[in-house]
C-alpha cells in the first residue's frame, strides 16, 4: 500500500520545469506530454466553440457566455486544494480570479486518452459539478462518443455537441475527432 503526499497550492505552484500537471484534492498528477491526435481534437474542439460562442454572442446578446479556452487553470475550493486544467472550457461571462480563474467553468471539455483513470475521470466529473460546471462532456476517441454529465445523476450519451447552454449549437463529434 502506497501513501500519496498531499501538496499545498504554494508547494504545486512552486513545483518547475513541468507544465504537465495537475492537483486533485492535494494529489499531484504527472500527465504525460499529449500526443498529436489529441491536440488536434482539442484544437478542432476549441475552434469551432470559440466561432460558435462568438456567433451565438452576436445572434443573442442576452446569453451572457464567458470565454472558450484551451487549458486554462482552474482553482477549486478546499482543504486539500484542487488546481484543474481541463482541455477546453468556456468560463462564466463575469467569473472571478486573478491568476487563475476561480470555481469550475461553465462547461467543461475533456478529450479522454490512454492516460487518464477511471478514478480521476470520476472525482474530476464529480469536483467540477460540485464547483457550479453545467456540464461537464467527456469525449472518447476510440468509440467516437461523448458522455455528458449535468449533476442529475443520469450521464448522457451524444454524438455531437448540443446543450442548453449553447441553444442553437451543434458540432458533431466527428468534426473533431
Not at 470565454?67 to 486554462?72: A, D, S
Not at 486544494?81 to 461553465?106: A, C, K
Amino acid at each position: 500500500m502506497s501513501t500519496t503526499t498531499l501538496l499545498t497550492l504554494e508547494q504545486f505552484e512552486r513545483i518547475e520545469g513541468d507544465d504537465h500537471l495537475e492537483l486533485l484534492k492535494g494529489e499531484l498528477i504527472r500527465l504525460p506530454p499529449p500526443q498529436r491526435p489529441h491536440m488536434e481534437s482539442c484544437e478542432a474542439l476549441f475552434e469551432r466553440l470559440k466561432k460558435a460562442v462568438s456567433q451565438l454572442r452576436s445572434a443573442h446578446p442576452e446569453i451572457r457566455i464567458g470565454k472558450v479556452h484551451i487549458e486554462m487553470g482552474y482553482l477549486l475550493p478546499g482543504d486539500p486544494p484542487t488546481w484543474l486544467r481541463p482541455d477546453v472550457s468556456i468560463t462564466y461571462f463575469d467569473q472571478p480570479g486573478e491568476r487563475y480563474y476561480e470555481g469550475s467553468p461553465l462547461m467543461v471539455f475533456e478529450v479522454v486518452s490512454e492516460y487518464d483513470t477511471a478514478r480521476q475521470i470520476a472525482e474530476k466529473v464529480a469536483l467540477f459539478l460540485a464547483n457550479g460546471a453545467k456540464e461537464v462532456w467527456m469525449i472518447y476517441p476510440d468509440t467516437r462518443r461523448a458522455w455528458v454529465y449535468d449533476g442529475s445523476g443520469i450521464a448522457r450519451e451524444m454524438q455531437s455537441i448540443r446543450t442548453p447552454p449553447l441553444p442553437g449549437v451543434e458540432i458533431p463529434l466527428e468534426e473533431i475527432l
